[in-house]
């Protein structure tokens, strides 16, 4: 089991004298947004204490801020828990990202340059080699990270922010109602949106997303089937985090 230094470096949703709290909470972050802790998993803080040596008001202030970005949820008398989406929260979700995503379009065109889309074309080529390879989880990471990647072309900062937000809600949502192969995308179709953009088609690409996250959202909402609990410590003792 890594220890909470060993993790990560210091988040920029803390500050730098909040170093070790940070690499919990993005330890926590990825074992959640990558599936390895599913909704409704618990989250006890004298568990997550133990496991990464520190006070449980340390693993209490993770959790708060877990829980601030919708990621988790803390009742009184019941502790924490993994996030569980509702369906109404699952629609507002993928109706936020179109809003969002759509939006943004024609700022992206007008900033995209060729070094800047092929960063973002190497994104999509590392997760088809993942769906290649059946990592569903690392696929899944990998094509919300194309989208905020790419809203992030716009070079507006606060809804590239926002979008990476709901992309790690989606995860919960992809995890509470989808079918066990289901995906937040088909990656060989973001080769279609980058044609668009380097075509400058601001109509094509604007209809391109809309029709790609309704997609999303037609094959990822349905009945989720009940999966085995697992143990907390063996999963968070699998989850590496992920950089760049």
């Not at 993790?7 to 803390?14: E, K, L, T, V």
């Not at 900033?111 to 074309?121: G, R, S």
Request: aromatic share 4%.
């Amino acid at each position: 089991m890594p220890s909470a230094d060993s993790i990560s470096q210091a988040s920029p949703r803390f500050s730098r004298r909040e170093s070790k709290d940070a690499a919990i909470y993005e330890h926590l972050y990825t074992a959640i947004v990558e599936h390895h802790l599913e909704p409704g998993t618990r989250l006890p803080e004298d568990t997550l204490s133990e496991n990464y040596g520190v006070s449980r008001t340390s693993v209490r202030k993770v959790l708060q801020k877990l829980a601030h970005d919708k990621l988790v949820d803390i009742r009184m008398h019941h502790g924490a828990t993994v996030a569980q989406p509702s369906l109404k929260e699952a629609r507002d979700l993928f109706a936020s990202r179109r809003i969002i995503e759509v939006g943004v379009v024609a700022d992206v065109i007008a900033h995209a340059t060729p070094e800047k889309l092929q960063a973002i074309e190497l994104i999509s080529r590392q997760e088809h080699e993942a769906e290649q390879a059946n990592n569903r989880r690392r696929a899944i990471f990998l094509s919300g990270k194309f989208h905020t990647e790419l809203a992030r072309l716009s070079g507006n900062d606060v809804l590239a922010d926002l979008l990476e937000e709901l992309v790690a809600r989606t995860s919960l949502v992809i995890a509470t109602f989808g079918a066990p192969q289901a995906s937040s995308c088909k990656p060989n179709r973001h080769q279609e949106i980058l044609q668009l953009i380097s075509q400058g088609d601001v109509a094509g690409a604007r209809q391109w997303m809309q029709d790609h996250l309704l997609d999303i959202e037609r094959s990822t909402i349905q009945e989720r089937e009940e999966g085995l609990a697992s143990d907390l410590k063996d999963i968070l003792s699998q989850v590496r985090i992920r950089h760049g």
